[in-house]
């Protein structure tokens, strides 16, 4: 069929392949964790935020209910609101009922859940201008915002913690380059007992969330792994400052993709995602490091999470 000729795949599963391919290659193997999130992968993590032992999602609307005339003044009426990976949307419906922005681009890897969003908002604000835009934050993105309104990048949900220290600078650097202002939500370091069971909730949703980036694999590129030999493994490790997830094999066994074969030894690993965790001075200190004075901090009441309200240095302060 002509679809099985490599060169034919439509472009983003050619992407796909080509990441599956060097991340199983690697010496320690991983997974982008962006590809967790097909439609049955954005169904599972919609259930780990209601799970009783994911508490970030419900500290972080908590938060933003909590203190939302003080993020909306911050933000500014009217400005042009970019919001990264927006998901489920019950915060951006929160944060635009309060900033009335004059245009609300949301970014999405998945094109369903642009659309779907989109069309909720566009039900619920008759007069927004909505103007979605596939991609992710791994590269900067070209955006249909105009100049003159001062633009805000909202960043929520944690997403940032899915990136290295260095690479969260990165994008902070990055973002700099496209709104003065932005609001980024972000996990809090605290008792790891309490990170260990949102990461490994008793229901196994977060194991079958994880273990579905397989079966994604096997429908979408034709390959063959056996999901009964794959074991769900999550742990915070302290001196990165991070959850790590991975998929443990139970046995030896052989893999096949297309003309790609790989040998995986019992309890060899695939590390599938990092969730950093910051300390309130940490993520500051990054911040400013990336070019963002004296932030805003918002937290729950309990503590367990924030949204930093961070303002470039303007271009005449910064140091780098
Ligand atoms: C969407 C990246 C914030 O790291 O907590 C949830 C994804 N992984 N359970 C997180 C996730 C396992 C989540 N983020």
Redesign the pocket.
């Known amino acids: 069929m002509a679809r099985e000729r490599r060169g034919d795949r439509p472009l983003e599963l050619r992407t796909f392949q080509d990441d599956v391919v060097a991340g199983l290659s690697a010496p320690q193997r991983f997974l982008p ?1 962006k590809y ?1 999130y097909d439609g049955a992968g954005s169904r599972l ?1 919609a259930r ?1 935020c209601r799970l009783p032992e ?1 508490y ?1 999602t419900r500290a972080e609307l908590a938060l933003t209910r909590r203190h939302l005339a003080a993020i909306a003044r911050f933000a500014g009426r009217g400005c042009q609101l970019i919001e990264y ?1 927006s998901g489920e949307g019950i915060k951006s419906r929160l944060l635009i009922r309060a900033v009335r922005p004059a245009a609300y681009v949301p970014i999405d890897i998945s094109q369903d859940a642009l659309d779907a969003s989109a069309r909720r908002l566009a039900r619920e604000f008759p007069r927004l201008k909505i103007r979605p835009v596939l991609g992710d934050f791994s590269r900067p993105l070209h955006l249909p915002v105009r100049r003159g309104t001062a633009s805000v990048v909202y960043f929520p ?3 940032i ?2 990136l290295t220290v260095e690479e969260a600078h990165g994008f902070l650097a990055m973002s700099r380059g496209i709104a003065a202002r932005m609001l980024v939500g972000v ?1 809090l370091t605290k008792d790891p007992a309490v990170l260990h069971a ?2 490994n909730d008793s229901r196994g949703v ?1 194991a079958a ?2 273990l579905n980036v397989l079966a994604r694999i096997n429908r979408e590129l034709g390959a063959d792994f056996d999901l009964r030999q794959w074991r769900h493994y ?1 742990f915070y490790n302290p001196a990165a400052g991070r ?1 790590e ?1 991975h998929l443990v094999a139970l046995q030896a066994q052989r893999v096949r993709l297309g003309s790609h074969r790989w040998q995986f030894r019992a309890g060899e690993t695939i590390h599938t ?3 950093y965790k910051y300390s309130l001075d940490g993520f500051a200190e990054l911040a400013a490091r990336a070019g963002f004075a004296a932030p805003r901090v918002w937290t729950d009441r309990r503590g367990l999470f924030a949204l930093y309200g961070l303002s470039a240095w303007p271009a005449a302060a910064r140091r780098t």
């Open positions: 964790p967790f993590f780990i994911y970030l990976g949900g944690s997403t913690g899915n996990d949102a990461y977060t969330f994880n999550a959850i997830m995602e990092n969730s």
